[in-house]
């Protein structure tokens, strides 16, 4: 499960190098515009999807990169993800107390992918 949390971490880091494609069209956005005053904006010259102006360039871009989807997305493969430790917490707790016929099921529970 950790491994999947990295992967997603990665594909939705903050990348203040690079700007994502547009969340709304796909294009390929790298407009930055500065509105003085350390203001910036990222804007879609596509379909004209903005950000608001953001102090500084890292936070406008930080803005554009971040996806209302992806961080939803993240939120629910965290929860996810505890809620199966949990349910593996309770499985090992009552592992090795078991019927042998329970022990068979809470052993493949526990390890899904070996064969029993
Ligand atoms: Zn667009």
């Known amino acids: 499960m950790t491994d999947i949390l990295t992967k997603l971490a990665a594909l939705t880091r903050k990348d203040t190098c690079q700007l994502l494609p547009c969340p709304s069209c796909s294009a390929k956005c790298d407009t930055l515009s500065a509105h003085g005053f350390g203001n910036y904006s990222v ?14 360039q ?18 629910l493969v ?34 899904p992918t070996e064969a029993v």
């Open 78 to 111: 965290q929860e996810a993800a505890g809620e199966i430790e949990r349910l593996q917490a309770a499985l090992r707790a009552v592992h090795g107390r078991c019927t042998p016929e329970m022990e068979l099921v809470v052993a493949q529970a526990l390890n």
């Open 43 to 56: 804007k879609c010259f596509n379909c004209e999807l903005q950000t608001q102006q953001h102090q500084g």
């Open 58 to 75: 890292d936070a406008a871009i930080a803005a554009w990169n971040t996806r209302l989807l992806e961080k939803a997305l993240i939120a």
